[in-house]
């Protein structure tokens, strides 16, 4: 086998692994609905205290002590992702697909000394990656249930109860994420916090950016008193245009991103077709050291292209 195949195979599994990490996450949603509405109701049908409800929610979350191989940033960037699997067990997943996929690599004709090289960046990359696409699509989800827990918190007071019993009902009303980290605010609160700090280090564990809108409402509203009812009904109608002009923005820039994507396909199915139809294309050439060099160059200046198509299509405000 060439090496030139090699770099088609390693693409697809790649691409497998995203695919089978994607359906996972979409199935097990799927299944938590089912059985309860979010992560803290489920441990709560188990019988348990609240106190260990807390302590149970934390401990998944990797919120107490500092667990081995975890640091800051990667711990910062695994706690906002939801992930409860321990770092050191998600480690060694991603380690064993880096290895799985240079062993492929080997096997199918990559140099030795070339796979053991390029084994510790896919170990590195590889989880980054991982944690990076859980972290965004929980954004996304927590960006687009914050209106609504903001309504129900405004239709709580206008009842008459008070803000901590307020976050409790979007703690018990609500899926996950915005239930279960709206609940381990109420819970913080039950046992000692005062509500401000519990707001704070709700905006550590999820890193939503219209968060510190509402911190920041019901921190003001804390200290100097005001009509919270009112605040929350502006601020709940703000986040809903802001969402509606990233999704605007989005939508005007999508050819920019297509763009990208098509670019990144041809080379990988034009390589695919004439591995194909021409099996032995490549073989003259796949024992030259230049062949890499100059795929390997290749690939570098495609991921900067799209790096900067990318960029140029994005808006951040």
């Not at 004709?109 to 990656?129: R, Y």
């Not at 696409?133 to 405004?154: D, Y």
Request: aromatic letters at 8%.
């Amino acid at each position: 086998m060439s090496g030139a195949l090699y770099v088609v195979y390693a693409g697809a599994a790649l691409f497998g692994i995203i695919i089978a990490e994607a359906v996972y996450m979409l199935y097990a949603g799927k299944k938590d609905r089912r059985a309860a509405i979010n992560r803290r109701v489920k441990l709560q049908e188990k019988k348990i205290s609240q106190e260990q409800v807390l302590i149970q929610l934390r401990k998944e979350r990797g919120l107490d002590g500092r667990s081995f191989l975890s640091m800051d940033s990667l711990k910062k960037l695994r706690v906002q992702s939801g992930v409860t699997m321990p770092m050191t067990t998600f480690l060694t997943y991603t380690s064993g697909v880096a290895l799985a996929i240079v062993g492929a690599g080997i096997v199918y004709g990559l140099p030795l000394l070339l796979g053991l090289g390029l084994w510790p960046v896919i170990a590195i990359i590889l989880p980054l990656q991982v944690l990076k696409f859980r972290r965004n699509r929980r954004h996304k989800i927590f960006g687009v249930q914050l209106p609504e827990a903001l309504e129900l918190i405004t239709r709580s007071l206008k009842a008459g109860h008070p803000v901590p019993v307020a976050i409790g009902m979007v703690a018990r009303e609500m899926p996950d994420p915005i239930g279960t980290e709206f609940g381990v605010v109420a819970d913080e609160v039950t046992y000692g916090s005062d509500l401000v700090s519990a707001l704070h280090n709700l905006y550590e564990r999820v890193g939503q950016e219209d968060l510190p809108l509402f911190v920041t409402a019901v921190s003001i509203q804390s200290s100097s008193g005001g009509n919270l009812r009112e605040i929350l009904d502006g601020l709940s109608a703000t986040i809903r245009e802001r969402g509606k002009l990233k999704r605007k923005v989005r939508a005007i820039s999508t050819e920019g991103r297509m763009s990208a994507y098509i670019l990144t396909a041809v080379p990988c199915l034009l390589g695919a077709a004439i591995m194909v139809l021409m099996p032995h294309f490549y073989t003259s050439v796949a024992d030259e050291p230049m062949t890499w060099y100059m795929l390997g160059g290749s690939f570098i200046w495609l991921m900067l292209g799209n790096a900067m198509m990318f960029k140029m299509s994005n808006f951040k405000f």
